[in-house]
């Protein structure tokens, strides 16, 4: 079965810019993570959707912010982009409820100059 | 508050020779715990979990990890290693008591050498 589709795989933004990523999860997950990966920081959380609805948040600005649909393809915002925003950012699916194994796909790489 | 420190920031092994990544969290409940491998420009792949099942946990491409609980520590071993181990090696603990956010380590790279 298909895997986690993260689009676009790179973009380039430049300072003040906003920008919007997408993540398709696998086929009847309802859950989808996000995370921020960046050479200084490592893996952080950023938030997770389930059923439409945000049900954790990491430690991020509201410059962050991510909504899901339906379908539960999820899409992240990050508005008034700053030259630190520039990371690899992670999409991560799972069914939901008590399942604890999560699904990664590829990313999106941001660079903002 | 959950937390993960991978000793380590790079391993260097020869073909064949034994593979040891090590991991220490800590948890004030009990941890689920988790291995992933990141090939460079690519996501993260699932090693092997631990969830409170046998303490010995074996995973894909003939890795495993033993839960420790007396010293909080989850290494991933591999007996012989291959060219195609080379990659970042991250581990990651996440407990119900704090949702579903995983929390990473720094990463180790492991280089492999002929």
């Known amino acids: 079965k298909a895997g986690v589709t993260q689009t676009p795989r790179y973009l380039i933004k430049t300072r003040g810019q906003q920008v919007t990523l997408s993540c398709s999860p696998i086929?009847?997950?309802?859950?989808v993570s996000w995370y921020q990966q960046t050479p200084g920081q490592g893996l952080q959380f950023l938030f997770e959707?389930?059923?439409?609805?945000?049900?954790n948040k990491g430690n991020f600005p509201g410059r962050f912010s991510g909504r899901q649909f339906s379908n539960s393809r999820s899409e992240m915002n990050v508005s008034t982009l700053e030259l630190g925003d520039s990371a690899l950012y992670l999409c991560?699916?799972?069914?939901?409820?008590?399942?604890?194994?999560?699904?990664f796909g590829q990313g999106t790489r941001l660079t903002v100059v | 508050a959950q937390s993960v420190t991978q000793l380590g920031s790079h391993v260097s092994v020869s073909e064949g020779a034994l593979v040891l990544l090590r991991c220490n969290y800590s948890?004030?409940?009990?941890?689920?715990l988790f291995w992933y491998v990141q090939y460079p420009n690519q996501g993260l792949q699932l090693l092997l979990k631990y969830t409170s099942a046998a303490t010995l946990v074996k995973g894909i491409n003939g890795f495993e990890a033993e839960f420790k609980k007396s010293e909080t520590s989850f290494h991933l071993t591999k007996p012989s290693a291959h060219m195609s181990d080379a990659a970042e090696y991250f581990c990651?603990?996440?407990?119900?008591?704090?949702?579903?956010?995983?929390?990473f380590g720094k990463g180790t790279t492991l280089s492999v050498s002929s």
């Open positions: 991560a699916s799972r069914r939901g409820g008590g399942d604890t194994e999560a699904f």
């Open positions: 959707y389930f059923s439409e609805t945000q049900r």
């Open positions: 086929s009847g997950h309802r859950s």
């Open positions: 990651a603990v996440r407990t119900n008591q704090a949702g579903t956010a995983l929390i």
């Open positions: 948890s004030s409940v009990p941890p689920y």
